[in-house]
């Protein structure tokens, strides 16, 4: 019998990293938090026909809350998440760097809104880890609100340079 007990209290001490119900429910809302604002921009993004939609949004912001939650769960200080902070911004931006594309047979690069998009996301994300919520959501909107912008003002410079019917 001793040895299932170990068993058992070995399995419960490595979940105990939510101690009580209010770990569990910061953690939860940060999280859902991050997966919902990315979610909304990726949807907006789907709704353009870009590549990067909803699901990679939405995980782009998940896990940039879950890469700030963990070491500030493990106690890290504000150099150590500072550091973290700092490689996942370059993480992202290698992933960012992939969605950009030169076409051989155009003057034209493709895929700068998306990574730009990509890596806002990731802040969004990261500011919902760090307990920023009103940081989040704010930056959301805005997000929405430049690339709801980005057909107009497209439109519209096209039509000032003459280059539209």
């Keep these: 019998m001793a040895w299932w007990d170990t068993v058992v209290r070995t399995v419960a001490s490595e979940f105990s990293d939510l101690a009580d119900a209010e770990q569990l429910t910061r953690l939860v809302v940060r999280l ?10 990726g949807l907006q993004r789907e709704r353009q026909g870009k590549e990067a939609g909803i699901r990679t949004h939405m995980l782009v ?3 940039s809350a879950l890469f700030v939650l963990a070491p500030m769960q493990a106690g ?4 150590g998440l500072s550091r973290v902070l700092q490689g996942l911004l370059a993480g992202v931006g290698f992933i960012c760097a992939g969605s950009i594309l030169k ?15 990509i890596w806002m996301t990731a802040a969004i994300g990261m500011c919902a880890g760090l307990g920023r919520e009103s940081t989040a959501v704010l930056s959301t909107l805005l997000v929405l609100g430049i690339l709801a912008l980005e057909g107009p003002l497209t439109r519209w410079g096209l039509r000032k340079e003459g280059k539209q019917d």
């Design 32 to 41: 859902l938090l991050a997966a919902v604002l990315g979610g909304l921009l």
């Design 76 to 79: 890290m200080d504000a150099e």
């Design 103 to 117: 076409l051989e047979n155009e003057e034209q690069v493709k895929g700068l809104t998306t990574a730009a998009g």
């Design 61 to 63: 912001a998940a896990g």
